[in-house]
């Protein structure tokens, strides 16, 4: 392995957790508010007071990324919490429950994976209604099937395994073997996918604010930022362009990190 690839996963896992403090501790990072107007410094470019420039309204750009970050992480790692949760569940069950539950289950899945997973999460935010919680659950039930019929394609090689076959005719419950034998083996590429699917779901929860079904003005988000600036790109390209960069540096690094991780498909013994 070379020393690049090596160091990726190092300079990603520092870029995280810089975007870490941001969402936890903005203040740490700046000191401006998101908020904070004066209409006779708008649109003004990158500079010393404003590294990252001001915008229409006059407020600090850097300000609002670093603050935003908290907006967009929280949908993605809500999104993708959701669909671990769920998607395990529905997994197992499927997997567990034989065909009285694996065939519909299943179906309904099939059914899901048949649109793209940004077009169901639409559907669900036009039926539910625009916010931010209802986009992270738009986005977390949109990418409900992918880990579903993961976590039962691992579940179902772990309990037709020789080992949890012998438990079952040594009389061991199905839940006590799902949790004790079937859980682990399936936490590995549960994991992997988790990780990378989380900048996903960044993307989708970007997309969807950017639509105006997001977060509600004037709050600090990252896709709603790129929304309100793409009007001002050729006078004041740095309004969008420092937005965007936010949410291609988490998308590259959560999949460079889950690339990474032990199970990753591009991983060599």
Do not use: C
């Not at 579940?155 to 799902?178: C, F, H, K, N």
């Not at 699917?197 to 709050?219: E, H």
């Not at 309004?239 to 949410?247: D, E, N, S």
């Amino acid at each position: 392995m070379s020393a690049i690839a090596r160091s990726a996963p190092v300079a990603a896992g520092l870029v995280l957790a810089v975007w870490a403090v941001a969402a936890a501790a903005p203040g740490l990072l700046v000191s401006a508010g998101p908020d904070a107007t004066d209409v006779l410094v708008a649109l003004q470019p990158p500079s010393g007071p404003h590294p990252f420039g001001t915008d229409e309204l006059g407020r600090d750009v850097l300000s609002r990324v670093v603050h935003g970050a908290r907006l967009s992480l929280a949908i993605g790692l809500g999104a993708t919490a959701l669909a671990v949760a769920a998607g395990l569940l529905v997994g197992l069950l499927a997997a567990a429950g034989g065909k009285r539950w694996d065939q519909p289950l299943m179906r309904a899945q099939d059914v899901l994976l048949a649109f793209p997973e940004l077009l169901l999460a639409l559907l669900v935010v036009t039926v539910v209604g625009s916010g931010t919680a209802n986009v992270l659950v738009a986005i977390g039930i949109a990418a409900v099937p992918t880990y579903a019929r993961l976590v039962r394609g691992q579940a179902l090689a772990v309990m037709r395994s020789g080992y949890v076959e012998a438990a079952a005719a040594l009389g061991v419950r199905r839940p006590v073997i799902v949790l004790r034998h079937v859980l682990p083996n399936v936490a590995g590429p549960l994991l992997v996918l988790a990780t990378v699917g989380t900048g996903t779901a960044v993307i989708s929860g970007s997309a969807l604010s950017f639509l105006g079904l997001g977060a509600a003005p004037p709050a600090a988000e990252w896709g709603a930022m790129l929304s309100d600036g793409r009007e001002f790109l050729a006078t004041a390209w740095w309004t969008a362009t420092f937005p965007g960069l936010a949410i291609v540096s988490v998308v590259l690094s959560v999949t460079v990190l889950g690339r990474s991780l032990p199970g990753s498909r591009g991983e060599r013994s």
